[in-house]
């Protein structure tokens, strides 16, 4: 199970695999961005990031920790200013 001091490990490990992961607005998530990869960027990326699963083990009790430490360094992803706006009928 992953400790809150592996927090900046885990995060460098990610992004050097390629994948652009960034905090989901609101503070309580996070987002690998390995959608962002091409066919071969991601052929290469998939086994990095199995082995980092397997390394620092569950990290779910940590994602908004996580989150919160991806914001810090810029790391997240902006809502838009009308994603918040409620329909009209």
């Not at 695999?17 to 998939?46: M, R, W």
């Amino acid at each position: 199970m992953m400790t809150s001091a592996q927090i900046p490990a885990f995060v460098q490990a990610v992004v050097d695999t390629g994948c652009n992961i960034v905090a989901v607005t609101g503070g309580s998530g996070f987002l690998f961005g390995d959608a962002d990869l091409s066919v071969k960027e991601y052929e290469f990326a998939e086994p990095h990031i199995h082995a980092i699963c397997a390394k620092y083990g569950r990290w779910d009790h940590l994602a908004t920790e996580i989150s919160q430490y991806l914001a810090s360094i810029g790391r997240f992803h902006p809502v838009a200013a009308h994603a918040w706006k409620p329909l009209s009928s």
